[in-house]
């Protein structure tokens, strides 16, 4: 019979062989934290100088060690016993000896609090560390037995590996298992245990935990002299018998079955350790606590263990225990544990200690198992969901938990020892977590990154590293031949190849590579020659590079490459890799610190810093950023309040360089000078709320710009002038909300400005410069309006009309008076602000808008649909268009960024432009396109903001001369001034001539001055006369004839975009502009800079 069976009643010798358990008298409490620790007990390490100390058992406490600062301890806080902490012997020359043999365990009579005792004892010089005395917990879940099979084993490649080695050959390499015990006799652990085969009395390879005299191996005595009496098989250190059965079916049977249950051997069914051997080093007291796990550790190593897997934790970190997990691994052990199932970032310990391999669970996918600790102190990934293994004296089951996954990979690392026994634990480490699986884990696991340790454990790589070659694709670079200058792959461009490999496993000899690509390209060499890539070695083939050309149409993507390996011995591979083709400018995607919801502008704020992108963001800062993606001195500018909208520029203060204009969504209205510093009176707190860009325009005649904001807060139309006074007439209320920004033309033909809005409550609302209402406003149209209007005299009557589009899915135009000149529906809502254009050579202008119906409409005049338009994008269109000849042929294109981040450009017949689509792999809101000429090499840039924390301004770098035609509706609000008004020669004569006629010769102050890329000249002509108006340069040389012919009288606007009469733009200076007409003569000066 069985005299060391769990439950049974010891028969004899209990004297002898019962060694005192830790919790005779003790409790298990529980900290904060939720780590356990025993209530009168620590683990106290002496100095080496220190002598060993006495140890024994009083019923007087007091004990004395025999140490004189130690003994006052002891006398003053109870203590009753002194013992050694492992009471088994060790080698000598094991670096485990002189760690394990300074360590105690100290017992009080639990008068004290221990912690106290702990803190009084951690002072003493004659100690190492005092420690309480730390009870692990098992890391498992239950899961239902009868679910699935044993999926993980085709999921870390089992069957390949066992291909490579297997059967007996495993035997030789032994994995302890610290654990709750271990059920030996189950059919399929039996033939795995580790045998003792000096305490194996009968020989047969099993342990017959009976007497000797009936044939057992039970003789009492401790045969091979490590310190444990009949420990065939393995021992039971927290109760103290030579029986590691669990105490009832728990845990650690099943961990035992996950590193090698037995294999090939016709039931059950299998461990990944095939053969190798279990010790059952059982760390559980009687009522299943954890206490004597880590000399189980200490045991395992001593008798030999090449690995021991611990499937339990705690959160303390305690130095004693780091010291055995270090000192095991330079014994020849290394110890691999599970992460714990708190779904954490939190390390967990034996996990996390140095020279432990902490393992994470993953699922059937690679996915991460949601109840697996994580982070970067995790070294690998394993399988650890509805893991089935063995169970109680002859079952089966399936458990969840980092429990599971951390033997998998015992068993794992078990083969690998077995292929080469001369493998040291760094070697077996080393070829875990280079052979595992990354990309898979991490393709599974995007948003945990480095968090799961280098890869899901890959047994058939792991082995398979020492026979045969694994060649991987590490990089690439280019060399591009006829490079533009920007250092960016663009259409048209070509290309060497330069592509870097690494060989991971063994030596290739004649490595040899081919690629392939797309239509997009054309490659005129495909082969390149490596040569004997050795184990571990990198190598790139700069000498004999691949020649790629890329097509001057193609599309704007991320293309994959493909790369056929082959090398000696029949070994091939094949992997892609990517090769970007971009427009982007040098130096872009820029990152701003928040999210950008507002509209870009192109302006030059100093001609010392060239053309700027500048934007507002939701860091509650403006930014502006020259043309190499370098934020300008003095910015970006902290403002009270995240930034929703656009920036406008204008001369508001009287500098002769331009200002910037914010609103914040939190009701603070900024005057911004060009070095950053904030105007003289600004900000201002008015309005509560805005979602609207600032709208700036001379509406006085002063030649400086008055800034207009509609407030979403209060619904009032707030008016400022430079020095932060308000606009007479103004602020005026309204019963809503404005969403949409003002534009201001002079719609009633009065030779005044007016502001127009909507709101709301489905109201145009139209103000003369005075503030009160303009004749025939407000006009409802019926549905909330979210956008600005745009003016322009689209039907070619020489009168202004305005275009605006409502939540209720109708497009409208109305006249200056506010009737109406055509609706269309567009069945869809209308979050986009329409565009201007003249692209036909008619006499009115055409409209572009975005819907919510993912269409960009293109209007005429009389409603009607622009051949080619509507075009459908595929997203939602919340920002304006922009209309610009961006490839000098003549004709204007249309551009639009969706809110999927895609930028679309579109000929006039509803047709792509050249590379475009092009996107920016961001999404975006009501970010509207900006496109001007940042860098001044005579093309132009498309900007736009992005609504996401990174690469958040994407400037592309569209390669086409730019056209002297090009500019019709640069960027949100057309202007960087936000006019929302289309000017060219746009003429205001009424039929009657009543009051429109000037009544002498004038010629304006170009605005904005200085300016750049565009600025409009205004005149007066009192009479039907011939007309020059021409630009010259310093030198009187003519630059470009703006007027040359027969007008009629009026008042005249027009625009100039930098550019002279041969297309070319101009450099930075000052250049005059000379009007005659009528025998009379004008000049006036402007500054154009860059």
């Not at 005792?117 to 899961?143: C, G, M, Q, T, W």
Request: proline fraction near 5%.
């Amino acid at each position: 019979m069985s005299l060391y069976g769990k439950g049974a009643v010891l028969l004899m010798m209990a004297a002898i062989f019962l060694t005192y358990s830790p919790l005779s008298s003790a409790e298990i409490l529980i900290d904060s934290a939720g780590n356990q620790y025993i209530s009168n007990q620590m683990i106290i390490g002496i100095a080496k100088e220190c002598p060993k100390l006495a140890y024994g058992e009083f019923s007087v406490a007091g004990y004395s060690p025999g140490v004189q600062s130690l003994d006052k301890l002891c006398a003053r806080y109870g203590m009753l016993k002194v013992e050694p902490w492992f009471t088994g012997k060790l080698r000598d020359g094991m670096h485990l000896k002189d760690v394990v043999e300074r360590m105690y365990i100290f017992t009080t009579d639990g008068r004290y609090d221990i912690r106290d005792i702990k803190a009084a004892f951690s002072r003493d010089s004659h100690l190492e560390y005092a420690e309480l005395y730390d009870v692990p917990i098992p890391y498992y879940n239950p899961n239902d037995p009868n679910i699935g099979q044993q999926w993980f084993l085709p999921q870390i490649n089992a069957f390949e590996a066992w291909d490579v080695i297997r059967g007996d050959t495993t035997k030789a390499v032994i994995v302890g298992i610290s654990d709750t015990g271990v059920y030996y006799d189950h059919p399929d652990l039996e033939p795995n245990m580790w045998v003792n085969e000096p305490e194996d009395i009968n020989h047969n390879g099993v342990f017959d935990n009976f007497d000797v005299n009936q044939g057992g191996d039970l003789d009492y005595v401790d045969d091979d002299d490590n310190g444990y009496v009949d420990d065939v098989i393995g021992y039971d250190l927290g109760v103290g018998d030579p029986d590691p059965s669990e105490e009832s079916p728990t845990h650690g049977t099943h961990v035992a079955g996950c590193a090698s249950e037995a294999t090939d051997n016709g039931i059950g069914g299998a461990g990944i350790g095939f053969s190798a051997r279990i010790i059952a080093a059982k760390g559980a007291n009687s009522g299943g606590a954890l206490t004597a796990v880590y000399q189980a550790i200490v045991y395992s190593v001593a008798n030999g263990a090449d690995f021991c897997n611990c499937s339990w934790g705690s959160y303390s970190y305690y130095q004693p225990y780091q010291n055995i997990i270090t000192n095991a691994f330079n014994d020849g052990c290394l110890v691999i544990a599970a992460a714990a199932n708190d779904n954490t970032i939190n390390p967990s310990y034996p996990a996390g200690y140095e020279n432990c391999m902490a393992v994470a669970a993953t699922g059937p996918n690679d996915s991460r198992a949601s109840f697996s600790n994580y982070g970067d102190w995790v070294d690998i990934a394993s399988p650890g969901v509805n893991i089935r293994s063995t169970w109680a004296h002859d079952q089966y089951t399936n458990l969840d938990g980092t429990s599971m996954a951390s033997p998998i990979v015992s068993g794992t690392a078990c083969l690998i020892k077995a292929q080469n026994l001369f493998r040291q634990p760094q070697d077996v480490w080393d070829i875990l977590v280079s052979t595992a699986d990354s990309l898979s884990l991490y393709q599974a696991n995007p948003t945990y990154v480095g968090m799961l340790g280098s890869g899901r454990v890959d047994a058939y790589a792991a082995l398979a590293a020492a026979s045969m070659p694994n060649i991987q694709y590490i990089s690439s670079s280019i060399e591009i031949t006829n490079d533009d200058g920007d250092g960016v792959l663009n259409p048209g461009e070509n290309i060497n190849l330069v592509v870097t490999l690494k060989n991971l496993w063994a030596d290739a000899n004649n490595v040899a590579a081919t690629i392939s690509g797309d239509a997009s390209m054309t490659i005129t060499d495909d082969s390149s020659t490596y040569g004997l890539m050795r184990n571990g070695e990198e190598i790139s083939n700069t000498s004999d590079p691949f020649k790629l050309e890329i097509h001057s149409d193609a599309p704007i993507y991320v293309a994959d490459l493909t790369m056929n390996v082959t090398a000696d011995g029949g070994y091939s591979s094949s992997f892609t890799f990517p090769l970007e083709i971009s427009l982007n400018q040098k130096n872009f995607p820029y990152t701003a610190g928040g999210n950008i919801e507002g509209h870009m502008a192109m302006v030059s704020l100093d001609h010392l810093y060239g053309m700027e992108v500048v934007f507002g963001a939701a860091d509650d800062k403006v930014y502006a950023l020259s043309g190499d993606g370098t934020p300008i001195p003095g910015f970006p500018v902290s403002v009270s309040g995240a930034i929703v909208n656009g920036i406008a520029a204008g001369q508001v203060t009287g500098d002769w360089r331009l200002d910037l204009v914010a609103a914040t969504k939190t009701g603070n209205l900024y005057v911004i000078h060009h070095d950053g510093q904030i105007a003289s009176g600004f900000p201002i707190a008015a309005g509560g709320q805005y979602y609207a860009t600032p709208t700036l325009y001379d509406i006085d005649g002063d030649n400086l710009a008055e800034m207009f904001f509609p407030a979403f807060g209060d619904g009032k139309l707030y008016a400022y002038h430079g020095d932060g006074s308000a606009v007479a007439g103004f602020p005026v209320a309204t019963p809503n909300k404005f969403y949409g920004s003002a534009a201001v033309g002079d719609i009633d033909g009065d030779g005044q400005m007016e502001i127009v809005a909507g709101s709301l409550d489905g109201n145009l609302y139209a103000w003369n410069h005075d503030g009160t209402p303009a004749t025939g406003f407000p006009v409802n149209l019926g549905s909330q309006i979210w956008v600005s209007p745009a003016i322009g005299d689209i039907d070619g009557d020489a009168q202004m009309e305005i275009v605006v589009g409502t939540q209720g899915n109708t497009f409208f135009a109305l006249n200056g008076d506010g009737s109406e000149v055509f609706q269309v529906d567009v069945g869809a809502t209308i979050k986009s602000d329409a565009a201007l254009a003249e692209v036909d050579g008619s006499d009115g202008l055409e409209i572009f808008v975005g819907t919510n119906s993912h269409k960009i409409y293109g209007l005429n005049g009389d409603g009607s649909s622009i051949n080619g338009f509507p075009v459908d994008v595929g997203n939602s269109i919340n920002g304006s268009p922009v209309i610009v000849d961006i490839d000098s042929d003549g004709q204007k294109e249309v551009f639009a960024a969706a809110t999927d981040g895609i930028i679309y450009g579109f000929n006039m017949d509803g047709t792509a432009v050249r590379n475009f689509p092009i996107p920016t792999y961001g999404t975006l809101t009501t970010s509207s396109l900006a496109v001007g000429d940042i860098d001044g090499d005579n093309d132009l840039e498309l900007a736009v903001g992005l609504r996401q924390a990174s690469d958040n301004v994407v400037v592309i770098d569209c390669k086409d001369d730019a056209s002297v035609n090009g500019f019709d509706w640069a960027m949100y609000g057309h202007d960087v001034s936000r006019t929302h008004r289309w000017f060219d020669f746009m003429l205001n004569v009424s039929e009657d001539g009543q009051g429109l006629i000037p009544s002498e010769l004038a010629l304006m102050q170009n605005y904005p001055n200085p300016f750049n890329p565009i600025t409009r000249i205004s005149f007066d002509l009192p009479e039907p006369s011939y007309v020059k108006l021409a630009l010259y340069n310093l030198k009187g040389q003519e630059i470009i004839k703006l007027v040359d012919g027969n007008q009629k009288a009026g008042r005249y606007e027009l625009s100039w975009n930098g550019m002279n009469a041969d297309g070319n733009t101009v450099s930075s200076g000052v250049y005059f502009y000379r009007l005659e007409a009528g025998g009379q003569i004008a000049i006036r000066k402007m500054v154009l800079i860059k």
